[in-house]
């Protein structure tokens, strides 16, 4: 049975007082109904201590744990040893001396438990306590750490505090050399974002045994001034992202593969990050921070990568629960709380959060209550699948999108600062001042634009001459540009344009076409899934077998019926944002259909993170038959591949049941039969009843953004249909 409550206890020459400490902390965890777990560590005492903890351990096995240090180190070390011991989800730390009261932490698990916040801190009431020199000592030090921090508790230093495993571990991966570094507890979880709430607890005068302090009063406040200047450049001044995977990596270091920048690189780097904050809106330089982040975490294994994805999850859940009440009604209708979604393993328990879903909620009670709206940006998406959408995004998440993009274009090959075009719609939706940013940057990046949705036969040579004098290492854009690119080449004859790598988008890449953008430029295609919501999702990297999930950001499933899909298997995309806060995405069904993989898959590049397989269009492209077959869009690109000569373009429109129109620009040698062969196809897989409308066009215009759509369908097919679903009331 899993350990609902780890009591964690430094001892230093308590040994009077262990005896009655483990008495009243078991009686608590019976009185709470708790599976409660007891470590006591001795820190290296001077007195019987350690003989009084394996004492009571020898009583109680299964309830208390004693740890051991050889030598004095500390109350911050003595947690750390502790931690490491606990099996609960939740840690309290209380000190041994019966000061605190063992039976408040009930009161302070249960408060973690009903207020969903990060942290439930015991301050010390001054109902009978004594108002002599420590006493004001210590009301002094609170006022400086609030004063310092920009704080306002009521008693800052406190260590009766009860809160999550992972977060402890996480506020214990301090930096600096303390003292005490226990007086800055608090502190540390102010500057880390979490959130916290006082109780008020009662404090006696202790009874038994002698405090540390005891005749090195002076000693000690000197001391902890001098931490003061430390903590004030840790916390205050020296502040990093407030992304649980740089935290992370402090618990779990690893070895960043891959050369260094040269040093011309580098200082174009410094350079462009010096004017950042002018060429951008809404992100600023701290994406330097988040890349560095993410080189290294790309290296983590796949379980620890999976524990981070975990991490991230709870918080996310705790926020959304705690500040969106769209969440928090969703959950209590299902009788969930946060401490029910544990990890991945667990969201199966949630509903599903669709399109309409936010769309019907957007100005109603999605956004969060807590998020500054002069750090949220407005996302509208481009409509392809028929309906306009409109999202927001708060700064650290489009930070990550900056900085998880860069670092998917270095598995192409490309290195910052590298010459690159991007095949797209450039400027379309953005501001004037957006505008002159956006190209600011691009040249400053030495990136290219080439307006996709200006592509015509007429302008087709001189835009490829255009990309060709820019001699691009990374050409990037929609996978139907980069297709339509590579047929004015085969049939033009080739240009000296060879970029080191392509990075297809936007849109499903078949077999084909990857083989025919591939042979047109000589070079590799690197697959790059993405939404607006989300900018990239997963991406391709050297193996090429299937698309990393950009994990510290993502969790990405792959479903059939509410249930995992098959490795092989087609099935529904649905995408939890780990990083969005401001209108969290959970369980979102984005409307794409991929190929789930094993996840057990050790991918030859070495990087942990999770893979899935070919995206295969969206779900509004599903082409249904007779007898309750259908298709993926991308289907027909897989059929028409081999008959290229006879069909130019083509789109598949689905509008009613038992029946499709099949829009055809004809090939320079096309004929009745190779028509005949390719709905006879049609028929095969879909069913002989079939109605096919056959319609001649001249064209096949792209959207306005360059997309072209192969197939459309305006019938829905529900891949969940087992899936839970919201109450009634919420609908």
């Avoid at 020296?238 to 618990?251: A, M, T, Y």
């Avoid at 930070?399 to 090959?413: D, I, M, Y």
Wanted: glycine share 6%.
């Amino acid at each position: 049975m899993a350990v609902d409550l780890s009591v964690i206890v430094p001892c230093f020459n308590e040994e009077a007082n262990i005896k009655e400490l483990t008495r009243r902390v078991l009686h608590t965890f019976e009185r709470g109904k708790l599976k409660g777990e007891l470590v006591l560590v001795d820190d290296g005492s001077a007195d019987a201590t350690a003989e009084a903890i394996r004492q009571v351990q020898s009583e109680h096995p299964t309830q208390v744990t004693g740890c051991f240090h050889n030598s004095n180190r500390g109350i911050a070390e003595a947690w750390k040893t502790g931690v490491s011991a606990a099996d609960g989800a939740v840690v309290g730390l209380i000190d041994a001396d019966l000061q605190y009261q063992p039976e408040d932490l009930l009161r302070l698990y249960r408060e973690l438990r009903e207020h969903s916040v990060d942290v439930i801190q015991g301050w010390r009431s001054p109902v009978g306590r004594e108002r002599g020199a420590r006493y004001h000592l210590s009301r002094g030090f609170n006022h400086l750490l609030n004063t310092t921090f920009g704080m306002k508790l009521r008693d800052n230093k406190s260590g009766f505090v009860v809160c999550a495993k992972e977060v402890l571990e996480d506020l214990l991966t301090y930096r600096g050399s303390y003292f005490y570094w226990q007086s800055f507890i608090m502190v540390a979880a102010h500057a880390k974002g979490y959130s916290y709430k006082e109780v008020e607890t009662l404090f006696e005068n202790r009874r038994a045994g002698t405090s540390f302090l005891d005749g090195n009063a002076s000693r000690a406040v000197a001391r902890s001034l001098v931490d003061l200047v430390g903590a004030t450049w840790e916390y205050r001044l020296r502040q990093s992202p407030k992304d649980v995977s740089d935290q992370f990596l402090r618990r779990h270091p690893v070895i960043a593969r891959g050369a260094p920048m040269s040093a011309a690189r580098r200082l174009h780097w410094n350079a462009y990050l010096s004017v950042f904050d002018q060429t951008h809106w809404m992100i600023t330089r701290d994406v330097e921070r988040y890349y560095e982040m993410l080189r290294q975490t790309q290296w983590l294994k796949a379980d620890q990568v999976r524990e981070l994805q975990d991490e991230k999850l709870r918080r996310l859940i705790r926020h959304a629960y705690r500040n969106v009440p769209f969440y928090r009604y969703r959950m209590q209708a299902a009788k969930l709380g946060p401490s029910d979604i544990r990890g991945q393993r667990d969201l199966h328990k949630l509903p599903f959060l669709s399109k309409d879903d936010v769309q019907e909620n957007l100005h109603f009670d999605i956004l969060s209550e807590n998020h500054d709206k002069r750090q949220v940006l407005r996302i509208a998406t481009s409509g392809s699948t028929g309906q306009p959408f409109v999202c927001y995004a708060d700064r650290a998440q489009l930070e990550f999108r900056w900085a998880a993009t860069l670092r998917s274009q270095e598995w192409t090959g490309y290195q910052f600062g590298d010459p690159s075009v991007r095949l797209w719609h450039q400027t379309i939706g953005m501001t004037k001042t957006q505008a002159r940013k956006e190209r600011l940057d691009a040249a400053l990046l030495r990136r290219k634009f080439i307006p996709v949705f200006e592509m015509s036969e007429a302008r087709l040579d001189a835009m490829v001459r255009e990309i060709a004098d820019h001699n691009p290492v990374l050409l990037d854009g929609y996978a139907e540009a980069l297709d339509f690119l590579a047929y004015y080449l085969k049939e033009h004859g080739q240009l000296a344009l060879h970029p080191k790598a392509i990075m297809s988008s936007a849109q499903s890449l078949p077999v084909a076409s990857r083989q025919r953008i591939e042979s047109a430029f000589d070079c590799r295609v690197f697959d790059k899934y993405g939404a607006r919501e989300f900018s990239g999702i997963a991406y391709e990297c050297e193996a090429h077998v299937g698309h990393h999930v950009a994990a510290e950001g993502y969790i990405v499933e792959v479903l059939r019926d509410g249930q995992p899909a098959k490795p092989g298997e087609i099935g529904e995309v649905v995408i939890t944002d780990l990083n969005n806060y401001c209108l969290p995405f959970i369980r979102y069904r984005i409307g794409d259909l991929a190929v789930a993989m094993d996840p057990n898959h050790e991918c030859s590049c070495g990087r942990g993170l999770p893979l899935v397989g070919d995206i295969e269009g969206r779900v509004q492209s599903i082409i249904q038959g007779t007898d309750g077959r259908f298709v993926p869009g991308t289907f027909f690109a897989h059929l028409l591949k081999e008959y290229d000569h006879a069909v130019q373009r083509f789109q598949v429109i689905q509008e009613r049941r038992g029946a499709l129109t099949f829009r055809v620009v004809k090939g320079g040698r096309y004929t009745e039969s190779a028509l005949d062969e390719i709905l006879a196809h049609f028929h095969h897989h879909l069913g002989d009843d079939l109605r096919i409308d056959v319609e001649f066009v001249d064209q096949i215009d792209m959207i306005r953004t360059g997309k072209h759509l192969a197939s459309v369908s305006r019938l829905g097919v529900d891949f969940q249909s087992e899936a839970p679903r919201p109450s009634e009331k919420l609908q």
